[in-house]
Antibody, heavy 126, light 107 residues
C-alpha cells in the first residue's frame, strides 16, 4: 500500500525550530517529486516547498523562504522539512504529498499531488 | 508568482444538482491545472489533473475543462459525499499556488 506518514510536529515557541519528517512506503520513493503543503486552522491550502522530478532542484513559498529547508534521503525513503525562526503564522497542519507524473517518450510531465499523508500539526505560540 | 482565484467561495446545492466552480489564473498555466476535494478533517484528494484528466477511482460525474487562464470543475448529479471543499492548484511553475477554495454545502 502506498503510504506517507508525517511526524515531528508539536508546540513550539516563536523563534524556535522544528524538523518534520515524512516516511514513504509502498512505492519507489526516489522516482517521485515530493512536496510539503500546509493548512492553517480554518484556512485553505498553501504549498510550502518541494523538489522537482529529478530531485536536483527545490523551491519554497515566499512566506517561508530563508527560514524553511527541504531535504530528502532516498535511502531512508524520507522527506524532511527543517523549520527555523518559526512564527505564529506558521501554525498549521503540514502535509507531505507525492506528485503525479506521466512519462512520455521525450518528456516527463508533472501534474497534481496524488498521494497525501495524514498531516502533522505545528503550533507556534508562547 | 501565479495567483489563482476561485469562484464562488461558497455554494449551496441539492443532491442531484449540477454545479460549476471556476478557477482563473493570473497568467497562463497551459493545462497544468488540478482540482482537489477536501472533506472536513481529511487530507485533500486529487480529482482532476492536467485540467481535464480524471484521477484513478474518481467518479465520472466530475469533469474538468479549460486551458490557459480559465478553468472549470463541473459536478453532475451531486451525491451526498460530494459536499466538501474544492481547491484548484496550478502546477505549471513553483510556487504551486492554490485557489482559496469553494465550500459546497447542502441546501
Amino acid at each position: 500500500e502506498v503510504q506517507l506518514v508525517e511526524s515531528g510536529g508539536g508546540l513550539i515557541q516563536p523563534g524556535g525550530s522544528l524538523r518534520l519528517s515524512c516516511a514513504a512506503s509502498g512505492f519507489s520513493f526516489d522516482d517521485y517529486a515530493m512536496h510539503w503543503v500546509r493548512q492553517a486552522p480554518g484556512k485553505g491550502l498553501e504549498w510550502v516547498s518541494g523538489f522537482n522530478g529529478n530531485g536536483d532542484s527545490k523551491d519554497y513559498a515566499d512566506s517561508v523562504k530563508g527560514r524553511f529547508f527541504i531535504s530528502r534521503d532516498n535511502a531512508k525513503k524520507s522527506l524532511y522539512l527543517q523549520m527555523n525562526s518559526l512564527r505564529a503564522e506558521d501554525t498549521a497542519l503540514y502535509y507531505c504529498a507525492r506528485q503525479l507524473h506521466v512519462i512520455m517518450p521525450k518528456y516527463t510531465y508533472y501534474y497534481g499531488l496524488s498521494v497525501w499523508g495524514q498531516g502533522t500539526t505545528v503550533a507556534v505560540s508562547s | 508568482d501565479i495567483q489563482m482565484t476561485q469562484s464562488p467561495s461558497s455554494l449551496s446545492a441539492s443532491v442531484g444538482d449540477r454545479v460549476t466552480i471556476t478557477c482563473r489564473a493570473s497568467q497562463s498555466v497551459n493545462s497544468h491545472l488540478n482540482w482537489y476535494q477536501q472533506e472536513p478533517g481529511k487530507a485533500p484528494k486529487l480529482l482532476i489533473y492536467a485540467a481535464s484528466n480524471l484521477q484513478n477511482g474518481v467518479p465520472s460525474r466530475f469533469r474538468g475543462s479549460g486551458s490557459g487562464t480559465d478553468f472549470t470543475l463541473t459536478i453532475t448529479y451531486l451525491q451526498p459525499e460530494d459536499f466538501a471543499t474544492y481547491y484548484c492548484q496550478q502546477s505549471f511553475s513553483t510556487p504551486y499556488t492554490f485557489g482559496q477554495g469553494t465550500k459546497l454545502e447542502i441546501k
